[in-house]
């Protein structure tokens, strides 16, 4: 999870230009960091404590498929990096 804030922020210095929008881009990666832990803790702690098998199951498929999905738009900003990197 680390290197995967610390690629977004490289990528942001790297695509803008102005300190402002690199500063309002890197402000938008930490809140979605946060609101993601948040919503993972959240749902391993308190949700998944009394729920029906069948809802853990649900519940644990959905943060499995958000991690997922997390992975795949770290590797597509990765590719993105490498492609303005040897421009």
């Known amino acids: 999870m680390y290197a ?4 977004l922020m ?4 790297q695509i803008l ?3 402002l929008a690199v500063s309002i881009a890197w402000s938008g990666i930490a809140l979605v ?5 948040a919503s993972s ?3 391993l702690l308190f949700d998944l ?3 029906a ?20 738009m770290y590797k ?12």
Request: proline share 2%.
């Open 53 to 72: 098998p069948l809802i853990r199951i649900g519940s644990l498929l959905v943060l499995g498929v958000t991690m997922y999905v997390g992975g795949w």
């Open 17 to 19: 230009d102005e300190r």
């Open 10 to 13: 490289g990528a942001a210095v």
């Open 41 to 43: 803790a959240k749902v």
């Open 76 to 87: 597509k900003v990765e590719a993105m990096d490498a492609e303005v990197t040897s421009k």
């Open 4 to 7: 995967a804030h610390i690629a």
């Open 33 to 37: 960091s946060l609101v993601l832990a």
């Open 49 to 51: 404590s009394s729920a």
